[in-house]
Nanobody, 113 residues
Framework: QVRLVESGGGLVQPGGSLRLSCAAS????????MGWYRQAPGKQRELVAD???????NYADSVKGRFTISRDNAKNTVYLQMNSLKPEDTAVYYC???????WGRGTQVTVSS
């Protein structure tokens, strides 16, 4: 049974940083694409960034240059470093494995002064 557990969310002021982590279990982590998605109130869930098993990355235009996705296959963990956070980044952030096949429960990120 695949399990994805996100952590690292919280309240941060505009311009601040957070690092999200997603620990995976129950699968051969290293072979799967891993992604971070987010969903703000009243909006559809959207892709923030993803990373292939070989480390190729893809970012939404809204986060390019501010967010960095990375993975540690030895730890079965994917990360999202978020810098220069803006109020519009406020959302529940979800980890996904396999391009949306498996999902975590999400972690809340709130950017507010």
């Amino acid at each position: 049974q695949v399990r994805l557990v996100e952590s690292g969310g919280g309240l941060v002021q505009p311009g601040g940083s957070l690092r999200l982590s997603c620990a995976a279990s129950g699968s051969i982590f290293s072979i799967y694409v891993m992604g971070w998605y987010r969903q703000a109130p009243g909006k559809q869930r959207e892709l923030v960034a993803d990373i292939t098993n070989r480390g190729s990355t893809n970012y939404a235009d809204s986060v390019k240059g501010r967010f960095t996705i990375s993975r540690d296959n030895a730890k079965n963990t994917v990360y999202l470093q978020m810098n220069s956070l803006k109020p519009e980044d406020t959302a529940v952030y979800y980890c996904s494995q396999g391009g949306g096949y498996y999902w975590g429960r999400g972690t809340q990120v709130t950017v507010s002064s």
